[in-house]
């Protein structure tokens, strides 16, 4: 769990939601680089084959990645402002899309902090969006933002032929087939 406006951590829970651990100090804005250090945890991911979780240090403008324990192993940047990277996402394609507020874009990224792929424009139109702050997929792969500036929840439908790497990954779960 991200529990970044007041605490600037990440608490780890065990299946009956007990608490296990937490992880995260809070850091030096506004530009923290110490690793563990962050200034507004506002997402987070984990890659279920290598259980490692992806934080959004989003008022630093990186991901710090961390093994499921809380070690850190990495990070990667967003670039530098205006970006301001509100929701991040893992799904079974094995990238990870965030939404940039700043640009109004969403942004596709390979574990390694590789820019892949990016769409979206800003507007209060069907299509356009405003200060996504949520994202989620379905097993049909629509694509749904939660967006506060326009106040609404949109459907994304792939469209037949569209390229797969252009796509938000569907969710991981096992038990779907």
């Known amino acids: 769990v991200s529990d970044g406006y007041a605490n600037t951590r990440v608490v780890k829970f065990d299946n009956d ?16 680089i ?22 959004n240090d989003r008022a630093n403008n990186r991901v710090q990645v ?11 940047s967003f ?6 990277i509100h929701a991040i996402y893992i799904g079974a394609d094995k990238n990870l899309w965030a939404a940039d507020r700043a640009t109004t874009k969403v942004l596709g990224y390979n574990l390694d902090g590789q820019l892949l792929y990016s769409w979206g ?26 967006e506060v500036g326009n106040g609404r929840v949109q459907k994304y439908r792939p469209r037949a ?3 797969p790497e252009t796509m ?10």
């Open 66 to 76: 961390f093994d499921e324990n809380g070690t850190y192993l990495d990070e990667w």
């Open 17 to 32: 939601g007990n608490y296990v651990t937490a992880w995260g100090e809070k850091g030096t804005p506004p530009n923290e």
């Open 168 to 177: 938000v990954g569907i969710p991981v779960y096992s038990a779907w087939e």
């Open 34 to 55: 110490r690793p563990n250090y962050m200034n507004n945890v506002h997402g987070i991911a984990v890659d279920p084959d290598t259980s490692r979780v992806y934080v």
């Open 161 to 163: 032929g569209a390229r």
């Open 121 to 146: 424009t800003f507007g209060n139109f069907p299509g356009a969006q405003w200060g996504v702050h949520g994202m989620s997929v379905d097993q049909e792969g629509n694509f749904y933002v939660a």
């Open 79 to 84: 670039g530098p402002e205006p970006t301001d």
